[in-house]
């Protein structure tokens, strides 16, 4: 559905896109994941035609971006980063508005406009103006102005980044209903959300794709077992995983204030030496558990960020 | 076709942000107001005390001639200011609050998307302008003679096409940058060279300049045709709006 080629896009001295390829297969719920700056919103842009290559090719439901960019608006929705709209406008008015340039009747323009203000929650804010909506109402009413022509594609660039948890969640289990109708692309830096939602996962750093793949797989493949545990105070936290850090069996560590997770790469060792250094070292322990390993560790691993203290 | 879409939602804008309202009351008060003080001002002049005895009797009476020049003189300085003023956003605005992107990635062409915000001004500044007409032919009516509406008429078609000018102008200066600021520094250079080269002996009388002496000439029947001026002034406004769209088919947004 989605074909990117060898996509390079220069801006000035700056290598946004270094030989990007990704494939979206139709009817998936793809995760673009990457750290900031590496490339994953030129990706999207340049799929919507906002911007325009320097090399490479791209193609979206068959159409090639370049040939005929009309076309493709009628069959790819998208959700920038942060949306904007006319302060002006209702969001009635802006659906409305957008169905005529879509080409719909009346009588679609107001069942689609009723339909979408319904699935984004916000049917009671449609009368109102949207100069004075929160960034998270923006955002919902972005995801309706993608949806207003039922597009094939829907691009998606960090759609819940606004949003309160319940928001959120909400956006994302509607996400995932899309999974039927549409295909989706997208970019977020959350990566439970990508984990939630995502059967297919790319990752992407300094503009190239370093793999994509099944989410399963991929945490198959990747993923090394982790531990974690919460000490009473940092002052611990941040000795015990000094030491940690240069143990042959560890492969990363990371520690935010009093949690300190590790991935391993002989578990056998850690399990035996792990509390034993605890111990050793008078770690006031709160809590120790073998965990799941994570798309986080994997990212970490794979986009060269684990975080070694 | 998408065009009528897009200015039916610019005419909308220009209703809801009151853009139409400031154009409207601006041109509507000085239609109405430029016969009044062309009857006024001898009066006034002649009221100031201690003026010199038989200085006031130098003061010449009104006549038509002067509310008509005070007309076209109001209206040619605060419509091109507000050409400005009005146009100078329409673009940059929108592409330095991300609307414009939003915009085109649904179906929609460059080319609509900046002819519409050409036509919407243009639509506003005529009807703007007819209202300016209407008050200012029934004041001089009042306070001196019938204007002959048809040369009235002329005449106000060529302030037109001379505030089209500057809006074509103004937008592509719009189109040019990125922020409003720019656009509204851009745009005023471009006001100032128009006028500078409009204002030189021989060249100026292809200028839009010459468009406002033109229809001075007509209302008051002495008509001095400046067809030259008219043609450069349709010429400018489809190479503005042509240069515009060459920029902005090729700009990321």
Not at chain 1, 70 to 82: D, F, I, N, T
Not at chain 1, 156 to 167: F, I, K, R, T, Y
Not at chain 2, 122 to 149: G, Q
Request: include cysteine; charged fraction near 20%.
């Amino acid at each position: 559905m989605i074909q990117i080629t060898a996509l390079h896009k220069y801006y000035g001295s700056v290598h946004a896109l270094d030989g990007l390829d990704m494939t979206v297969e139709a009817g998936t719920v793809y995760g673009f994941l990457g750290p900031n700056g590496a490339g994953k919103t030129t990706a999207l842009r340049i799929l919507t035609g906002l911007a325009r290559p320097t090399a490479g090719r791209a193609s979206v439901a068959g159409v090639d971006l370049v040939a005929d960019g009309r076309v493709l608006s009628r069959r790819v929705g998208y959700l920038p980063e942060e949306p904007a709209f006319y302060p002006w406008m209702t969001p009635s008015e802006l659906l409305d508005h957008l169905g005529r340039l879509h080409g719909l009747s009346s009588a679609e323009r107001s069942r689609q406009t009723r339909e979408l203000l319904d699935l984004v929650h916000m049917a009671e804010a449609g009368k109102r103006r949207i100069g004075g909506f929160s960034r998270g109402m923006r955002q919902r009413l972005g995801l309706a102005a993608a949806l207003v022509h039922n597009p094939e594609v829907l691009l998606l660039d960090e759609p819940v980044s606004a949003l309160d948890p319940l928001g959120r969640k909400e956006i994302l289990d509607l996400i995932e209903d899309l999974r039927d109708q549409c295909t989706v692309l997208m970019s977020s830096h959350i990566l439970a959300d990508v984990e939630r939602v995502c059967g297919v996962v790319g990752i992407i750093a300094r503009g190239r794709m370093i793999i994509q793949s099944p989410r399963e797989k991929l945490m198959e493949s990747y993923a090394r077992p982790a531990f974690e545990f919460e000490t009473v105070d940092a002052a611990s936290a941040l000795r015990w995983a000094d030491w940690l850090k240069v143990q042959p069996w560890a492969a990363a560590v990371r520690l935010e204030k009093v949690v300190v997770r590790i991935t391993v790469n002989d578990i056998a060792r850690a399990r035996q030496e792990l509390l034993a250094s605890a111990v050793a070292q008078e770690i006031p322990l709160r809590r120790f558990e073998e965990v799941r390993p994570s798309l986080e560790d994997i990212f970490l691993q794979l986009t060269d960020r684990e975080t070694t203290l | 076709m998408n065009f009528f879409i897009v200015l039916r939602k610019e005419l909308m804008e220009q209703w809801r942000t009151k853009r139409l309202l400031v154009i409207l009351a601006v041109m509507a008060i000085f239609g109405l107001i430029s016969p009044l003080l062309a009857k006024l001002t001898p009066d006034l002049l002649k009221s100031i005390p201690d003026m010199p005895a038989g200085l006031a009797d130098l003061i010449p009476e009104p006549t038509l001639t002067d509310a008509v020049l005070q007309y076209v003189k109001n209206l040619e300085q605060f419509g091109i200011l507000l050409a400005l003023l009005m146009s100078m956003g329409s673009v940059a605005q929108e592409k330095e609050r991300g609307t414009a992107a939003m915009m085109l990635t649904h179906p929609l062409s460059r080319a609509a998307f900046l002819l519409a915000k050409f036509a919407a001004l243009a639509v506003t500044f005529t009807l703007s302008l007819t209202v300016a007409a209407l008050a200012c032919w029934y004041y001089t009516l009042l306070l001196f003679e019938a204007l002959p509406w048809d040369s009235f008429l002329a005449l106000n078609g060529l302030m037109l096409v001379g505030f089209f000018v500057y809006i074509a102008a103004t937008i592509l200066c719009s189109t040019l940058v990125r922020s409003q600021g720019a656009a509204a520094g851009l745009a005023f250079g471009a006001l100032v060279l128009i006028a500078g080269i409009g204002s030189l002996p021989r060249i100026g009388t292809y200028f839009p300049g010459q468009l406002f002496n033109w229809g001075v000439g007509l209302a008051l029947g002495a008509a001095d045709p400046a067809w030259p001026a008219l043609w450069v002034s349709l010429g400018l406004i489809v190479t503005f709006l042509g240069i515009a769209w060459l920029v902005f088919r090729r700009q990321e947004l």
